[in-house]
């Protein structure tokens, strides 16, 4: 873990639970896609960076989960380097207490204000198409998070952040993070037909096509969908409805999952209710929900 992969010239990643990429911009000046999860994931960059007498300029995030952006503020600490990040995810990068705000529809508990969903505050500027490295481009990737972005490197390698899953993950989570299915599945479909030199996703194998795998994540989101859709031919609670998901993916209550698979369903019966698939209605003063 957290070895150091070469895959062009200039194009690195730093094996990680979600992968760090690596980027030289000039003969001994990197940046950073992404900093890991945590401070300790932050150090161990750093290792990476004097190992080769590299300094670091800055971070370009690809979106706000604490996974990713969890080693900002000790890299910023250390090196003074810029962090950038696109759109909302700037907001919630700069305000860490949003995520979990966000998941919980309210002031989060205590059992959500943990390194794993909320990341220390780091000095985040809001990504600008100047503040890009020379040859880049960015690539809007949203569904997973509001404003995901992808990077294209001057060597056409294409760092995906967390659109994309391998079999491997999707099985062990069951119900994939999401804020916007119809925006996730329009990314698949569009990252299914990209061309470019290699791919970087950060939960699955850098490789040189990933058309079968979007077309594997497009389905298992269809499915999702499909067992929702069926699990509401009664009409049925959010909660008798979370927990029919919970039993037929085999995931275990805690406040975490309830949080993130939650949220997660509420956006796929926001997408089932704008597909014309369902209608929620109010009775005995319970929120319900049934296919049409």
């Known amino acids: 873990m957290y070895e150091l992969i070469k895959l062009t010239e ?4 730093i094996q990680s639970p979600a992968k760090i990429g690596l980027v030289l911009t000039g003969e001994d000046q990197a940046v950073l896609i992404d900093s890991g999860g945590d401070a ?15 300094t670091l300029r800055a971070v370009y995030n690809t979106h706000s989960h604490a996974d990713h952006i969890g080693g900002n503020r000790y890299l910023q600490g250390q ?10 995810e700037y907001d919630f990068t700069r305000r860490p207490l949003l995520e979990p705000a966000f998941l919980y529809g309210g002031f989060p508990p205590a059992e959500l204000r943990h390194k794993f969903l909320m990341a220390p ?8 198409p ?11 990737l949203p569904g997973h998070a509001f404003d995901m972005a992808g990077y294209r490197t001057a060597d056409d390698t294409v760092y995906l952040a967390d659109c994309l899953s391998s079999r491997e993950t999707m099985e062990k989570y069951g119900i994939g993070f999401l804020v916007d299915v119809k925006a996730h599945l329009e990314t698949l479909k569009k990252v299914k037909t990209m061309q470019a030199r290699l791919f970087v996703p950060s939960h699955a ?8 795998l979007a077309q594997l994540n497009i389905d298992r989101t269809l499915e999702i969908g499909e067992r929702i859709t069926e699990s509401c031919r009664e009409p049925q609670s959010f909660e008798q409805l979370l927990r029919s998901l919970f039993t037929a993916y085999g995931l275990a209550m805690t406040f975490e999952q309830h949080a993130l698979v939650g949220s997660t369903v509420r956006s796929y019966l926001t ?13 005995d003063n319970t929120l319900l929900w049934e296919r049409i």
């Not at 505050?121 to 600008?128: D, F, I, P, Q």
């Not at 997408?271 to 009775?283: D, I, M, N, S, V």
């Open 79 to 88: 090196t003074g380097c810029d962090i950038f990040a696109p759109g909302l």
């Open 10 to 13: 200039r194009d690195y990643y």
């Open 121 to 128: 505050e780091s000095a985040v500027r809001e990504l600008t």
């Open 271 to 283: 997408w089932l209710t704008g597909e014309g698939r369902l209608r929620a209605f109010f009775e």
């Open 205 to 212: 194998e850098a490789a040189e096509s990933v058309e079968s």
């Open 130 to 140: 100047e503040s890009l490295p020379e040859g880049w481009e960015v690539i809007p």
């Open 40 to 54: 300790s994931a932050g150090k161990k960059v750093r290792n990476h960076l004097e190992a080769q007498r590299w």
